[in-house]
């Protein structure tokens, strides 16, 4: 009977551990998600401002 407990011991230790480690890592890739998003965010603003600026150039060109 001892033998067992030990062993469930040691398989919850080892859940936690895993549980923790996946934790961590879940915590890592939000981080990194929201630095995508707001690169994302950036390079959506510059592009915006490109084709802006792009359409007022347009609009100065002649008329064939």
């Known amino acids: 009977m ?8 040691h398989k919850v230790e080892q859940i936690l551990a895993v549980c923790s ?10 981080a990194h998600v929201a630095g995508l998003e707001a690169e994302k965010a950036a390079l ?3 592009i915006e401002v490109a084709r802006q600026r792009l359409e007022a150039l347009m609009t100065r060109l002649p008329e064939e």
């Open 21 to 30: 480690s996946l934790r961590g890592e879940n915590q890592d890739l939000r």
């Open 2 to 9: 001892s033998v067992s407990l030990d062993q469930l011991e």
């Open 44 to 46: 959506t603003t510059r």
